[in-house]
């Protein structure tokens, strides 16, 4: 653990700008995974520029065009029980809860949740090679206990997965987020905001050193009606995802109209692919036309030796979550299997 | 160094801290609040829980300088003079402790919890208390502590 300075910012402005003068400085929020970074000696700020002050960026308004903005400093918790994300987005509100401890939503901010590193054993021991921790050094996962790593979209360099529960519904949502940055503002749509190891496993997304994300855009659809995440993992509760699943469906008489399909656990990235969730639109809602879908997203699926178990979890958790998709009132707390 | 102000328990102190002290270690080494327990020290176990300004938070992940002039309630801050916290004479009447290490952030983390008035049922009280790890294995007695509480009306 390093010595830093400590700024608070004024504003957006304010913020970007500390964080750009200098490669070492970093933003902090809630400080959930950024603390704990810094504790095992993974990040080595020598200035931290605390945004917790930007008010702009705390609430959560409607658009006009009938979506809503998350600001990026809204907690995680206050965005879950938040009425018109209940309302409106459940999914969200349902994969936000599945996600963490009560205490680390309650500290936990909207933009935080995006920028979380990977569980990746390996990259939190320094004593071993890691090409995300130290490009160029190895990759000990491949041949090593790689039960919770990735079964799409990996490299040769990298088998790490993104953590993340809330980004999983984002991604099925279609959210966007929006960034500022030293030239401007832009908006990054949820899909292309995080990207794949590739060869440079060192970068999980397509921010710049000085971007700020502040504020996160949900469409007008919510799909409110049919929708489930379900979260498989070692333990009852509290613990990462081996995989998750969030299903949107838009139903006419059982036959689905639209349809939104996204996995979480299994690669760099939440996983969503739009030829799956073409597989079911226009077909009978049953558990043949989910495993249809699940062909699809899984059809390039690669295991290692201890997670090949994953393939065959997450077809069936995308089943199974379709059929619960059906009935979300009969879904159970932190996203556990249902009838 | 940086001057800030906490407001603990309903007294304000004011101390110099250094950036990187978690609000954790001020209380404990500063204030020599000791009933916050250092459990895991990254985010795993709880232990650590207080409340602050009205939230349940992990003090271990929090910079003190982060929560200038903030209102902070800690274990010795629950109870009304001699008079237990109802939570406190629950976890006692159910036998929710053995060693007693993880009961200072259980009971901060149930007073939030009860607070945040999420809780319907039993089983949403064990998801909403995952956070909080025993691992004496007295969870179901803290389970049966805190549903008490919450079905006799919860907090005062």
């Not at chain 1, 509100?93 to 939503?105: D, T």
């Not at chain 1, 440079?200 to 502040?214: E, K």
């Not at chain 1, 939104?260 to 939440?270: D, E, S, Y």
């Not at chain 2, 009933?35 to 207080?50: L, P, R, S």
Request: hydrophobic share 40%; glycine share 8%; proline share 4%.
């Amino acid at each position: 653990m390093n010595n830093f300075e400590y700024k608070q910012a004024t504003d957006a402005i304010d913020a970007t700008d500390a964080v750009a003068a200098s490669e070492d400085a970093m933003f902090i929020a809630g400080g959930t995974n950024l603390v704990d970074l810094w504790k095992y000696n993974l990040v080595h700020p020598k200035l931290l520029v605390d945004i917790n002050h930007l008010h702009n960026h705390k609430h959560i308004t409607e658009l006009e065009n009938g979506g809503l903005r998350l600001g990026a400093l809204v907690t995680n918790a206050d965005t879950a029980y938040h009425p018109l994300v209940e309302e409106r987005y459940p999914l969200l509100s349902k994969a936000i809860l599945a996600g963490a401890s009560p205490q680390i939503r309650n500290m936990a901010t909207n933009g935080g949740n995006l920028l979380q590193r990977t569980r990746c054993y390996y990259f939190y021991d320094p004593d071993v090679p890691c090409n995300k921790r130290e490009p160029g050094s190895g990759c000990p996962a491949m041949e090593g206990y790689n039960r919770i790593h990735a079964i799409l979209g990996a490299s040769d360099q990298c088998i790490a997965v993104f953590p993340s529960d809330m980004c999983v519904a984002l991604a099925a949502l279609g959210a966007v987020v929006n960034v500022s940055g030293n030239n401007g503002e832009r908006s990054i749509p949820f899909t292309d905001f995080h990207r794949l190891p590739g060869d440079a496993p060192d970068i999980d997304n397509h921010l710049h050193h000085g971007d700020l994300i502040t504020s996160i855009d949900l469409p007008v659809r919510g799909f409110a009606q049919n929708y489930s995440y379900l979260k498989l993992r070692d333990r009852h509760s509290y613990a990462f995802a081996l995989v998750s699943v969030a299903t949107a469906l838009e139903l006419d008489g059982g036959i689905i109209r639209d349809a939104r399909l996204a996995l979480g656990g299994v690669a760099h990235k939440p996983w969503r692919m739009h030829e799956a969730e073409s597989v079911l639109i226009g077909r009978t809602a049953d558990e043949a036309t989910f495993a249809a879908a699940a062909e699809v997203i899984l059809a390039d699926a690669k295991g290692f030796k201890y997670n090949n178990f994953k393939i065959e979890l997450a077809r069936r958790a995308i089943i199974r979550n379709g059929m619960m998709a059906l009935n979300p009132e009969t879904q159970l707390p932190g996203a556990q299997p249902s009838a | 160094m940086t001057t800030i102000v906490l407001n603990v328990n309903q007294r304000r102190y004011s101390l110099q801290v250094l950036p990187w002290v978690s609000l954790l270690d001020a209380l404990r080494e500063r204030l020599k609040l000791t009933g916050t327990k250092k459990g895991c020290d990254h985010g795993q176990c709880g232990a650590c829980t207080v409340l602050c300004d009205g939230k349940r938070i992990l003090s271990c992940l929090t910079l003190a300088v982060m929560k200038d002039g903030s209102d902070v309630t800690t274990i010795e801050g629950i109870a009304s003079g001699d008079d237990l916290h109802p939570l406190q004479q629950a976890f006692i009447e159910h036998d929710a402790f053995q060693c007693g290490y993880c009961t200072p952030g259980q009971i901060c983390s149930a007073v939030g919890m009860l607070n945040e008035g999420k809780a319907r049922t039993r089983e949403d009280v064990k998801e909403l208390m995952s956070g909080n790890l025993c691992r004496c294995g007295a969870n179901t007695g803290i389970i049966n502590a805190i549903m008490e509480v919450k079905e006799g009306g919860g907090l005062e």
